[in-house]
């Protein structure tokens, strides 16, 4: 029979639009969130962090926002350009622990 | 600087072959890891090293093991490869939070 592979979340945009990338997380102690891109063939770039006690954060381009009663996390790029198509990861961390733990991804296609 | 380096880019192993996978960052950092990426899912931690001389299992150790050589260099070995390591590889390091990472190795287990 034919196999079915894990296929990733995905997000189409127009070139232009703002993005929203959304994460659930799963450990309610975790003291610091990421978000990473991954472009094709490299590895995983640094964006944007949160401490779990900060409800949003800002970057040229990217906000996050944390909300912790629902356990969630968003990335939203504003403008989105050709340049930003790419998988973007939300990673979690507590300050114990000092392991990365990652999701599964988004892939993000910007249409021209 | 060039960051965080893996070699090799690519590799082709026979089941049961043996392969170290090489890493080296030149930012002094203390914390270093490695991951594996299978497709549709998010990087899964193998093992890290907290400090020169210490390592520690992550979540998926089994098959693996690793040394920390020094502060700039930690590797990767599989003693015994089977197609179920068939993944990508990737390297990181950090000082704090963030992790920098290396561009990955691409290994086949056939």
């Known amino acids: 029979g034919e196999s079915v592979g894990l296929h990733l979340p995905t997000l189409s945009v127009q070139e232009g639009d703002n993005s929203i990338i959304n994460c659930a997380y799963s450990n309610s102690a975790s003291d610091y969130f990421i978000w990473y891109k991954q472009e094709s063939g490299k590895g995983p770039q640094f964006i944007i962090d949160i401490r779990s006690n900060m409800d949003k954060r800002q970057g040229q381009r990217v906000t996050v926002l944390l909300n912790k009663t629902v356990k969630h996390l968003s990335l939203q790029i504003a403008a989105t350009q050709p340049g930003d198509s790419a998988v973007y990861f939300c990673a979690e961390m507590s300050d114990s622990a000092r392991q990365l733990t990652f999701g599964s991804g988004t892939q993000l296609t910007v249409l021209p | 600087n060039a960051g965080v380096t893996q070699t090799p880019k690519f590799q082709v192993l026979k089941t049961g072959q043996s392969m170290t996978l090489q890493c080296a960052q030149d930012?002094?950092?203390?914390?270093m890891y490695w991951y594996r990426q299978d497709p549709g899912m998010g990087l899964r931690l193998i093992y890290y090293s907290a400090s020169e001389g210490t390592t520690d299992k992550g979540e998926v150790p089994n098959g693996y093991n690793v040394s920390r050589l020094n502060k700039r260099e930690f590797s990767l070995r599989l003693e015994s490869a089977a197609p179920s390591q068939t993944s990508v590889y990737f390297c990181?390091?950090?000082?704090?939070?963030?992790?920098?990472f290396g561009p990955g190795t691409r290994l086949t287990v056939t």
């Open positions: 990181a390091s950090t000082a704090a939070y963030e992790q920098y």
């Open positions: 930012m002094n950092h203390n914390s």
